[in-house]
């Protein structure tokens, strides 16, 4: 399920529940070396193990189950890791 919203063109647009599954997946990386990776487990919830899945066949991460981050996933854990600090700076007010 998406919320959706639509810009001033009639454009629509929204985070899946897969895309929110894989930021948060995203977030689990430790940014300030690219030697520590995750790993998902078998016993993992379904959704988990899917969005590791699928960030593996968008070459974001090196292995269906976690791994490490790739050039491209780096850039992604780092743009969802500002994200979220920048909705959440202010979210005690």
Do not use: P, W
Not at 36 to 50: P, V, Y
Not at 70 to 92: D, I, K, V
């Amino acid at each position: 399920m998406a919320l959706c919203y639509e810009d001033n063109e009639g454009v629509l647009m929204a985070y899946t529940q897969d895309n929110l599954f894989e930021l948060d997946l995203l977030l689990l990386f430790d940014l300030s070396s690219n030697q520590k990776g995750i790993k998902i487990h078998k016993t993992a919830d379904a959704e988990k193990i899917a969005a590791a899945e699928r960030l593996f066949n968008k070459g974001f991460i090196t292995q269906v189950d976690g791994g490490y981050l790739t050039t491209l996933g780096n850039e992604a854990a780092e743009q969802a890791q500002s994200l979220f600090t920048m909705l959440n700076a202010h979210s005690g007010e």
